[in-house]
């Protein structure tokens, strides 16, 4: 509690009905014995800046942001990090007791921690990467295999442009490849990372050929509803190590509630069963 207040944290976006955050936040709290809440909030585009600057004088510590608004928040940070900045977008505004709005974007660190929680014998310099889709996710994605130190990384979007565009962005490290060719470059890599929405709930099947996956692979989807995909469902088939997508959700809130409420939360068994209730 601060300044006698209760510290209030949430989640903005438009639609936020869907979002499991609220419940992996009030599990914490729960957890922990925590004074505090955690609200989600719709607020359109026409609202956000007069959204942000309300919410802490109302006793908000921070929130996190979701669709539409995770690039738009940039503008009205007062302090950026380098991970945002990179990945053109925000997850994560923390009220400072001094005015300003800190912007950050977990969702690489919450990325890469649970690929390597769910699959410890993944090696970075072990082969390249492959990477499908070209969206906000696959920039996160970059950036944490990038800092990690994968030697290579096989970009391939169904719009070669977006593709293109990312190449530019992060450097000779990331190459591009015609998304026909993206059965044909899955043999010889040692990740693949599915980052589009192909093979959610009510959306179309990811049809890229997998007969190239084996027991050597490691394949995680970032789509967490089903949670297991398609995609995990074949590439188990084959023997392949892999890596749901709901420990990405559960691992990128970490940062976020040690720094609104204090303590720095474990994902466990209980967490995930919290974000699927």
Do not use: C
Not at 192 to 220: A, C, F, W, Y
């Amino acid at each position: 509690m601060t300044n006698g207040r209760i510290p209030l944290a949430g989640v903005i976006g438009s639609p936020i009905a869907h979002s499991r955050s609220p419940h992996i936040h009030l599990h914490w709290l729960k957890t922990y014995g925590l004074a505090g809440y955690y609200i989600p909030m719709d607020v359109s585009q026409d609202d956000l800046e007069g959204v942000i600057r309300t919410l802490p004088r109302m006793g908000f510590a921070g929130v996190n942001v979701t669709i539409p608004h995770k690039e738009a928040v940039l503008a009205i940070a007062d302090d950026i990090t380098d991970h945002a900045a990179l990945i053109g977008a925000a997850n994560t505004l923390t009220f400072r007791p001094d005015g300003k709005i800190h912007a950050d974007n977990t969702d690489g660190y919450g990325f890469i921690e649970n690929l390597r929680r769910g699959a410890p014998n993944w090696q970075p310099e072990a082969g390249p990467a492959v990477v499908l889709g070209a969206g906000g996710a696959a920039r996160a994605v970059l950036a944490s295999l990038s800092d990690a130190g994968v030697p290579e990384i096989l970009l391939t979007n169904r719009t070669m442009a977006r593709a293109a565009s990312l190449q530019e962005e992060f450097g000779n490290r990331v190459r591009v490849v015609d998304w026909v060719q993206a059965g044909n470059i899955i043999d010889d890599a040692s990740l693949i990372v599915n980052t589009t929405s192909l093979g959610m709930v009510g959306q179309s099947e990811l049809r890229v050929p997998l007969d190239g996956l084996d027991k050597h692979h490691v394949v995680t989807d970032l789509v967490y509803a089903p949670l297991q995909t398609r995609l995990l469902k074949v590439a188990e088939q084959a023997g392949a190590t892999t890596v749901d997508g709901l420990g990405m959700l559960l691992h990128q809130a970490v940062p976020a509630f040690e720094r609104w409420f204090g303590v720095r939360p474990e994902v466990d068994a209980a967490t995930r069963a919290a974000a699927l209730g």
